[in-house]
């Protein structure tokens, strides 16, 4: 691949991934402000946030953790706020799927560490991982709420979630890039309400 076929490639893609955006801001704005909605008032009511995925999901799982437990930005300082990845724990994790079986991996934490009044963010590009799935239903059977955020099939998740948040694409890639921007926007709008004039 020469130089302007790259550059022909790589421009496609950013195209691409611009129109998805563009496109979420359309089909999911509605989903976004419901799934702050339960955000902000599971806060204000002194619950907190467990967040899962597997593999690019995992890895926003910790990042989105990370927003709320540090800051999005020093320009808003504000307390921290509780929220926990089921993504980190190794020995965890390595124990679950030893002795219950990987697909049990999130839900077990789910049920040591969740209390009524939760939420769960449970993210999955297919909507079908399973121990995403078994995580949601354990959420379901303990009173915490859950947001799923999926691809554009939102697969047996959309059926288990309060609210699902279905990123318009069936390109994982695209549907990643964009839950980061849904997830920086959540994590935004939920500071900005709890704690809106803080320095």
């Known amino acids: 691949m020469d130089a302007g076929d790259t550059r022909q490639v790589a ?5 691409d991934a611009a129109a998805i955006l563009g496109e979420v801001r ?26 899962c995925g597997n593999g690019g999901s995992a890895a926003d799982a910790q990042h989105l953790a990370t ?6 930005t020093l320009d808003h300082a504000r307390p921290a706020m509780r929220a926990i990845a089921l993504t980190t ?26 209390t009524p009044g939760d939420v769960l963010i449970a993210i999955s590009t297919s909507g079908t991982s ?3 799935v078994v995580a949601v239903e354990e959420a379901r059977a303990a009173d915490i709420a859950v ?13 288990l979630a309060d609210v699902t948040i279905r990123v318009p694409s069936s ?29």
Do not use: K, W
């Not at 421009?11 to 195209?15: K, P, V």
């Not at 049990?104 to 934490?109: E, V």
């Not at 947001?147 to 059926?159: E, I």
């Not at 890639?173 to 320095?199: C, K």
């Open 147 to 159: 947001v799923a955020l999926t691809g554009a099939s939102g697969g047996s998740l959309a059926q």
């Open 11 to 15: 421009d496609t893609y950013l195209a």
């Open 67 to 72: 927003e709320f437990i540090s800051a999005l």
């Open 89 to 114: 724990d190794t020995s965890a994790l390595t124990a679950i799927a030893n002795d219950y079986g990987a697909d049990r991996m999130f839900a077990r934490q789910v049920e040591a560490i969740g």
């Open 130 to 132: 399973p121990n995403v």
């Open 26 to 51: 359309v089909a999911c704005l509605e989903d976004i402000v419901a799934a702050s909605v339960l955000l902000i008032d599971a806060y204000r009511a002194g619950h907190g946030l467990l967040i």
């Open 171 to 199: 390109v994982t890639g695209h549907i990643q890039e964009a839950h980061l921007a849904i997830e920086h926007l959540l994590a935004s709008v939920t500071e900005r309400a709890l704690y809106p004039d803080h320095a």
